[in-house]
């Protein structure tokens, strides 16, 4: 917004239509119903930009939140801390300050690299992350590292970036997550549509580590969710399976494309 030189009024409510016109602007409000306020909880661990200011919370702060709770639930011995960039370096900063472990930069971005847990195919997300990121030795070489990151979906994108740790010299790296485990399909615009690929769904913590090849695994307590945005309004169901809406029966997210065969 005040990248282009907007200026904040309010926010728009959920199911609200504000129309401009000749005459100056209207308001919308009856066509949804009065439905309570269900926020995306995920909008404030990944999402969103940190400079966002989501009903009144900041992002970055509830990200800081998120690491700080992470350090007195999830606590490690080590020498660094680093984040996965972006989502995880806020979270990262709040494990940090929290624990009094040192705050390192080991991970560079390649920024023109796309998000990965959303690409299609595993090949697909496996070459992103090999060029997406590159580790920092200076940082990570002869160290144990607390490694935070927002979360875990399929387990690819964090298994390839411990291996890049270790190859860097990391001696010990404790995996720390800012969510909850992924456990329960999103319906709602994160591209989860089903639970077959979901780490979480099929193996316990201590095996999850095991296969991203981290020393140690702790995420984020579901319990602790609403303490982020100081709010119980929020939609969680990828991680708790309470949906505030009625789940759809079709599930596939393929039912909007084109098949080959529909060409002919």
Do not use: W
Not at 214 to 236: F, K, M, N, Q, R
Not at 251 to 257: M, P, R, S
């Amino acid at each position: 917004m005040t990248a282009v030189g907007g200026k904040f009024i309010r926010d728009i409510d959920p199911g609200e239509i504000l129309v401009f016109s000749k005459d100056g602007i209207s308001e919308m409000r009856g066509h949804c119903g009065q439905k309570p306020k269900h926020a995306c909880i995920f909008e404030y661990i990944y999402f969103a930009r940190p400079d966002s200011h989501i009903d009144g919370v900041s992002v970055h702060s509830s990200r800081l939140a998120a690491g700080r709770i992470l350090a007195e639930k999830c606590p490690a011995q080590a020498d660094v801390v680093i984040g996965v960039p972006d989502s995880g370096l806020d979270a990262a900063l709040g494990f940090s300050q929290a624990s009094g472990i040192p705050y390192g930069i080991g991970l560079i971005k390649n920024k023109y690299i796309g998000r990965t847990f959303i690409s299609p195919g595993q090949n697909s997300r496996s070459d992103k992350v090999n060029i997406k990121l590159s580790a920092l030795g200076e940082t990570v070489s002869g160290k144990r590292i607390v490694l935070v990151d927002d979360s875990i979906v399929r387990g690819t994108t964090s298994k390839r970036i411990v291996a890049m740790l270790r190859e860097a010299g990391a001696k010990e790296i404790h995996f720390r997550v800012s969510a909850p485990p992924f456990l329960h399909p999103c319906f709602y615009g994160t591209d989860i549509d089903s639970c077959d690929d979901l780490i979480a769904c099929h193996h316990t913590v201590e095996k999850t580590a095991e296969i991203i090849g981290a020393d140690s695994l702790g995420y984020l307590p579901v319990s602790e969710l609403p303490s982020l945005i100081g709010s119980a309004g929020l939609c969680s169901a990828c991680f708790t399976g309470e949906y505030p809406t009625t789940v759809p029966e079709a599930k596939l997210k393929d039912k909007f494309e084109m098949k080959i065969s529909d060409k002919k």
